[in-house]
T-cell receptor
Framework: GAVVSQHPSRVICKSGTSVKIECRSLDFQATTMFWYRQFPKQSLMLMATSNEGSKATYEQGVEKDKFLINHASLTLSTLTVTSAHPEDSSFYIC??????????????FGPGTRLTVL | AQRVTQPEKLLSVFKGAPVELKCNYSYSGSPELFWYVQYSRQRLQLLLRHISRESIKGFTADLNKGETSFHLKKPFAQEEDSAMYYCALSGPGSGNTGKLIFGQGTTLQVKP
């Protein structure tokens, strides 16, 4: 089946620094990827839709200048948390959607990245 | 507004007992409904979707448009079914991007 990877799996950084998280579709091309945030014992909250070759679409309440998304190729999307603060500490999960036209139109999820901001 | 509600945070049953994980949704239109599962220390994965009308690992779910529900059922729970289950919704209102709206999740605990 399709595999989505994330790197790093875990990152600890100091307050005020920026952190980049990568999401890759390993064996398929994904024109659309999604970024979610998950707080402990809570559901996944969609942050933004990442579209290859165009600007990301952010959900209401998500600061686009804070969470920069770049979808530079059909297999890679990156999320950069800029000037991170402790309240940004969370579990960030990406997913990649199968190409349009595929019958199943399934999303495949990455393993997540645990961000801790000190 | 689009919304998915899973009223139970935790459902605990004994092995061999029937299981029903509840999911209700709010959507103006014809959504597509999914169940995702997350086993301990593993990534989220698709369990089933309503358009497939299939049974996966003994689980089934029927979309009831009248009650706006998509409950997940299994007649005889197994210990390996213990996991977090999320109900999710996607629809044309999502701008055809396929974005998913997730419920709060239900932890299923199957005791021996």
């Amino acid at each position: 089946g399709a595999v989505v990877s994330q790197h790093p799996s875990r990152v600890i950084c100091k307050s005020g620094t920026s952190v980049k998280i990568e999401c890759r579709s390993l064996d398929f091309q994904a024109t659309t990827m999604f970024w979610y945030r998950q707080f402990p014992k809570q559901s996944l909250m969609l942050m933004a839709t990442s579209n290859e070759g165009s600007k990301a679409t952010y959900e209401q309440g998500v600061e686009k200048d804070k969470f920069l998304i770049n979808h530079a190729s059909l297999t890679l999307s990156t999320l950069t948390v800029t000037s991170a603060h402790p309240e940004d500490s969370s579990f960030y999960i990406c997913s990649a959607r199968e190409p349009e036209g595929k019958k199943t139109d399934t999303q495949y999820f990455g393993p997540g990245t645990r961000l801790t901001v000190l | 507004a689009q919304r998915v509600t899973q009223p139970e945070k935790l459902l605990s049953v004994f092995k061999g007992a029937p299981v029903e994980l509840k999911c209700n949704y709010s959507y103006s239109g014809s959504p597509e409904l999914f169940w995702y599962v997350q086993y301990s220390r593993q990534r989220l994965q698709l369990l089933l979707r309503h358009i497939s009308r299939e049974s996966i690992k003994g689980f089934t779910a029927d979309l009831n448009k009248g009650e706006t529900s998509f409950h997940l059922k299994k007649p005889f729970a197994q210990e390996e079914d213990s996991a977090m289950y999320y109900c999710a919704l996607s629809g044309p209102g999502s701008g055809n991007t396929g974005k998913l709206i997730f419920g709060q999740g239900t932890t299923l605990q199957v005791k021996p």
